[in-house]
């Protein structure tokens, strides 16, 4: 059986002299799979034309090929992780690329709205507010309660702010700075009955919980596979139902415009493709490890942390453990700030003074840190981390500035 822990950064290029808790932010792919994308790029190179017209997406040029695309071969592998038919499956770069693809296809008229959450990613409700403006619709938000006692008080929450004229729910499957795994089956079901569409921004969820995308019941899912998945970045995909496909375009408008979704997706033009063909090797590690495994051990670490640094700092968690998966979100002491500018400033100070990486923001008055708990992390990177923070709130209170 494997053994998780610091141990494992043997299978990660990550500098051990760092207590990395940052994994969510722009993942961290293993070994192994940077070795298989390394080895996919050579072999681009030694024939290039051939490989990303002929081999990658199967065009005819110069010939004919009966061998099914390489870039549908990668998504064959992974579509059965996330519980989707490889047709209804493309890659993009990221999720946000994902998202910007259903928000600029989105037929929209003057009046007409889209629905965010106040927990939305920045990137995505600035795309959700460009649509909007572009077709004289408009964005609106509906604030979530925190703390959360009970997930049900979120479903009640996002689906008191559907209206008349809501187009469209943009829901993200785990949020990005609170890092709550949203409960989006009750959500879906709910926006189904009032015949609003759903798209899901699951940027943090492929890898770090089980997914069934195709049985959530909603219209559109983007997610990353260079989180949690353990692929290179950058590596996405865009699922869509079936009914949904034939408005849908990329971003990018490219050679395969008005051929079909698959066709309009896999060919934008000229790009490196190997982070997605080499997704299947990052899965194919995880599997090994055991996929169950992985994500246990990864939620106990998570939640293990939320109770230590809580109770070291004297702060309240205010979730349910349901709601956490493979990070969580915690407040830090007063005392240590409670602008953007506060955060920015300690971030950097635990990193190039205590050596570790982890995210912090501002919100609702204070500070917070998000911790990612991966399998190279164990209960000693989250006991330096709030040994670190109670220096530095001794500090503050002090009045003194540590060197």
């Known amino acids: 059986m494997t053994t998780f822990g610091r141990r494992m950064l043997e299978h990660w290029a990550l500098d051990p002299s760092i207590t990395y808790l940052n994994h969510g932010t722009v993942g961290a792919p293993p070994r192994r799979a940077l070795a298989a994308q ?19 997406v199967g065009l005819r040029v110069g010939g004919s090929r009966d061998d099914e695309p390489r870039l549908r071969v990668a998504a064959a592998a992974v579509a059965p992780f996330l519980g989707v038919r490889v047709e209804d499956l493309v890659f993009v770069e990221n999720a946000t690329t994902g998202a910007n693809a259903v928000l600029r296809s989105l037929a929209l008229a003057p009046g007409d709205e889209i629905l965010v959450t106040d927990h939305a990613y920045g990137a995505v ?15 609106r938000r509906i604030d979530l309660p925190y703390p959360v006692p009970d997930p049900r008080v979120l479903v009640e929450a996002v689906v008191g702010g559907l209206g008349p004229r809501t187009r469209l729910l943009v829901v993200d499957h785990v949020t990005s700075e609170s890092a709550l795994v949203m409960p989006l089956a009750e959500i879906a079901e709910r926006c189904r009955k009032a015949g609003v569409p759903v798209l899901v921004d699951g940027a943090h969820a492929p890898g770090a919980i089980a997914l069934d995308i195709a049985a959530l019941g909603v219209t559109w899912y983007t997610g990353n596979l260079h989180k949690w998945a353990y692929a290179p970045r950058s590596c996405a995909i865009l699922w869509a139902a079936p009914e949904a496909q034939a408005r849908l375009h990329p971003p990018v408008i490219s050679w395969g415009l008005d051929q079909g979704y698959i066709a309009e997706f896999d060919w934008v033009g000229t790009r490196d493709p190997s982070p997605f063909l080499a997704a299947p090797e ?8 055991g996929v169950e495994a992985v994500r246990a051990y990864n939620h106990g670490l ?13 702060t309240r968690l205010g979730v349910v453990e349901s709601l956490i998966g493979t990070m969580v979100t915690v407040p830090l002491p007063e005392g240590l700030g409670a602008t953007k ?13 205590d050596r570790i990486e982890v995210q912090l923001h501002a919100s ?3 500070l917070w840190t998000r911790v990612s708990a991966q399998i190279y992390n164990d209960r000693d990177d989250i006991e330096r ?3 670190a923070v109670i220096a530095r709130t001794q500090a503050a209170v002090k009045g003194e500035t540590r060197e």
């Open 364 to 366: 609702r008055g204070r």
């Open 38 to 56: 390394q080895a996919i790029r050579d072999e681009v190179e030694r024939q290039p034309a051939r490989f990303l017209l002929r081999e990658l």
């Open 282 to 289: 990052g899965l194919a590690f995880m599997r090994e490890l």
């Open 125 to 139: 409700a600035n795309a959700a507010a460009f649509a909007a403006r572009e077709k004289g619709a408009q964005v």
């Open 385 to 387: 981390l709030a040994s």
């Open 341 to 353: 500018e506060d955060a920015a400033r300690l971030r950097d100070a635990l990193l190039f003074e």
């Open 302 to 314: 998570a939640w293990e942390a939320g109770q230590l640094l809580t109770e070291r700092w004297g």
